[in-house]
């Protein structure tokens, strides 16, 4: 696969402050990313670095091939780009707002236009001033993808959305990988990226902390599991088990915690009669919370 991204040790500093230090991450073609990190962390700087927005310290990065600073009008023009801190003029109203945007792009099917807000439930004829926050955030996904582009990088797209309309938003994301685009989406909510992402990456206090698929967090994540036994069972045969830990029995259940292959648990428990398992799905949001905890940064993230 190509990269659609490529960053390489790309550091940036504010004066003495620390914004990213030495991120080296590919993004493939056809691949959705989800960036994620707590407050500060240094998400909005690497988006606002791959934009040319501001400029790095150190390194290098590369968008669909092209050098940000040096062809930046390419990048601006190929790429749907929703900041953090979206603003337009709120004299307009949102079908005036839309129309200029479009109109800066060449001009975009209005049925295009329509068709996103209706789905997001966006009124067009308000003026942007009254909008709430939700709905000005709208404005800003209905700009990102209207053209259709072939990358979509996106601050925190579904901050202040609904949960019905981040349900839209996360199928329009679907629909654009379908369609061999590529997303770039930072959040610090994992539940919704995991919905829709290929890989994740989470940064903390400018480092990338680890990357990888969704489906490989999972199989490192902890899960809590239960047996059931026709009997009550020694707790003691359980907790020294690699990667199990808070071993309880009550009667004849018995529920743990397990971090990696639960095959020693397995073959524990098959020394007994086992009349049920139970195993819950692995919470990515806490192994997320772990990878936080385990630094300096103490940065709480929201639970979605
Ligand atoms: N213009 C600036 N001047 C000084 N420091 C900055 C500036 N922009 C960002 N920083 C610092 O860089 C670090 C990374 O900030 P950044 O905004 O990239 O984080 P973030 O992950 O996007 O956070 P958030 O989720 O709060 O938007 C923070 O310590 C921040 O204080």
Redesign the pocket.
Known sequence: MTQAIRLEKLAKT??R????VDLTLDVGHGEVLGYL??????????I?LLLDLIRPTGGRATVLGLDPRADSVEVHRRTGYLA?DFTVDGRQTVRECLAFLAALRGGIPERRITGLADRLGLELAPRIRSLSKGNRQKVGLVQAFMHEPELLIL??PTAGLDPLVQQVFLDLVREARADGRTVFM?S?VMSEVQAVADRVAI?RE?RLVTVDTVTALRERAVRTVELHFDGTVPAEEFSRLPGVSDVSVEGPRLRCRIAGSPDALVKAAARHTVTGLLCEEPDLEELFFEYYRNGAGHDRVTAA
């Open positions: 504010y004066g402050r620390r914004g990213l990190g707590p407050n500060g962390a240094g998400k909005s700087t690497t606002r953090g601050d925190e930072s610090h940064i400018g």
